[in-house]
């Protein structure tokens, strides 16, 4: 854990900006999760005996990018959980797509189901069983010759829902070969990033809003720029 990953840090919370490629909690691949490395850096940085507490307040899937949160103490995780649960947390993503969108703004209201054989999501009809509604709204912020930066808002918190509502309407995201992108990116990122959060903090009630850039490649740094 690098301490220049840190992006917002209290006694109550730990926000860092996610490599694509790590995970956010361990899995069955066994591999070094961020949960248990920031762990490690409170303990030895902060001289901690025993364990030390720390939860995941939400997830980023392994190729994503961004802005992940995590709480110091059960209470500061129990009142994120339920800002989540009453949707008054705000996330903004960033996305590199293959197409240009038909309309420059729009709010995507979409139902789907997860396969969880094939880790995807797919697009489905209303009333079906386990079918959820999700729902975000993107805007168009800049086109380069082959592809276009998304600024995306978040409604709902489906699996994959970004890359499966995207790729519905024909625009797959740069390097997601499993939500329809030709070709995977060298590294296995897909250019989704976490860009933004938006909370009011769970014990001093003051408005916060905790910002990640982007990881730096030529695509993101042209977007950017």
Same mark, same amino acid.
């Given at each position: ?7 917002? @840090?209290?006694?109550? !919370?730990?926000?860092?900006? *996610? +490599? /694509? =490629?790590?995970?956010?909690? $361990? ?10 490395? @920031?762990?490690?850096? !409170?303990?030895?940085?902060? *001289? +901690? /005996? =025993?364990?030390?507490?720390? $939860? ?170």
């Amino acid at each position: 854990m690098l301490a220049e990953d840190i992006l917002y @840090i209290d006694n109550h !919370l730990i926000a860092v900006n *996610k +490599k /694509p =490629g790590e995970i956010s909690q $361990g899995d069955k691949t066994g591999d070094p999760s961020l949960l248990e490395t @920031i762990k490690e850096y !409170l303990k030895v940085t902060y *001289k +901690k /005996p =025993g364990n030390v507490y720390l $939860g995941l307040v939400h997830r980023i899937d392994r190729p994503v990018s961004g802005v992940l949160l995590f709480a110091r103490t059960s209470k500061a995780a129990e009142r994120m959980s339920a800002m989540i649960r009453e949707r008054q947390f705000k996330k903004i993503y960033w996305a590199v797509v293959k197409n240009r969108p038909t309309e420059e703004t729009a709010t995507l209201e979409h139902y789907l189901i997860k396969n969880p054989h094939q880790n995807k999501s797919y697009v489905t009809t209303a009333g079906k069983p386990e079918a959820r509604k999700a729902s975000l709204t993107y805007q168009l912020v800049r086109s380069l010759e082959r592809y276009h930066l998304l600024e995306i808002e978040l409604h709902t918190g489906r699996h994959h829902q970004i890359r499966t509502q995207l790729a519905a309407i024909g625009c797959p995201i740069r390097g997601d070969i499993k939500y329809g992108f030709d070709r995977s990116n060298p590294d296995g990122s897909i250019h989704l990033h976490a860009r933004s959060i938006t909370f009011e903090h769970p014990v001093t009630q003051a408005p916060i809003t905790i910002v990640a850039n982007p990881p730096k490649d030529p695509i993101w740094d042209a977007c950017c720029t």
